[in-house]
């Protein structure tokens, strides 16, 4: 089994990962912005340079 992510930020479990243009970070629910936050786990969105996903909840 792979490890999870931990948050770049803080080293809490990360619920996802944001990109906005040339960098990528996984977040916890703290560091996260407010646009991964309302996303469904699994659910994915992209726009223009940005991308969120919100990882799935399901071990």
């Known amino acids: 089994m792979a490890e999870k992510p931990k948050c770049e930020h803080c080293e809490k479990d990360a619920i996802g990962i944001q990109s906005?243009?040339?960098?990528?970070?996984?977040?916890?629910?703290d560091h996260a912005d407010s646009a991964l936050l309302v996303l469904k786990p699994g659910e994915k969105q992209s726009f223009g340079e940005c991308y969120l996903e919100?990882?799935?909840t399901a071990d």
């Open 20 to 29: 906005f243009g040339c960098c990528f970070a996984y977040v916890c629910e």
């Open 54 to 56: 919100r990882f799935d």
